[in-house]
């Protein structure tokens, strides 16, 4: 499951088109539907805008998640020993890169 996380991290929807992290996570909430634009008055006026309340984010208070994972997983490998060898059987080619990146940080499990 966690090589399944940072396989997430890795995916185009995470990462935008400069390269770096997403600055607004709420970007796509707030593009246009074209779809719905171009489908005509019914469509595109029968919904008030004012009427539909924004969700509320459970995890807000994260503001970068891998951060957030690194800190996490450093906490728990403090408090449990066998994390150490779970992360060893996690696929290398995905762990490692992130792992390097946790030791760059000063974050070393």
């Given amino acids: 499951m966690f090589t ?7 995916e185009p929807k995470y990462i935008d088109s400069k390269g770096g992290e ?5 970007n796509g909430l707030t593009e246009i539907d074209f779809e719905e634009q171009n ?3 019914q469509a595109a ?5 004012a009427s539909e309340s924004a969700p509320s984010d459970p995890v807000a208070y994260v ?10 997983l450093l ?10 060898s779970l992360l060893g059987g ?5 762990t ?6 946790m030791g760059a940080s000063g974050l070393v499990i």
Avoid: M, T, W
Avoid at 22 to 26: D, I, L, S
Avoid at 63 to 72: G, T
Avoid at 75 to 84: F, G, H, I, Q
């Fill in 22 to 26: 997403r600055q607004n996570p709420h």
């Fill in 63 to 72: 503001a970068d998640p891998k951060e957030y994972l690194a800190q996490e």
């Fill in 90 to 94: 996690a696929d290398p080619k995905v």
């Fill in 75 to 84: 906490r728990l490998s403090k408090s449990d020993p066998r994390v150490k």
């Fill in 4 to 10: 399944a996380l940072l396989k997430l991290f890795q």
């Fill in 45 to 49: 006026y029968s919904r008030l805008a």
């Fill in 96 to 101: 490692s890169p992130f792992l390097q990146s």
């Fill in 39 to 41: 489908a005509g008055y």
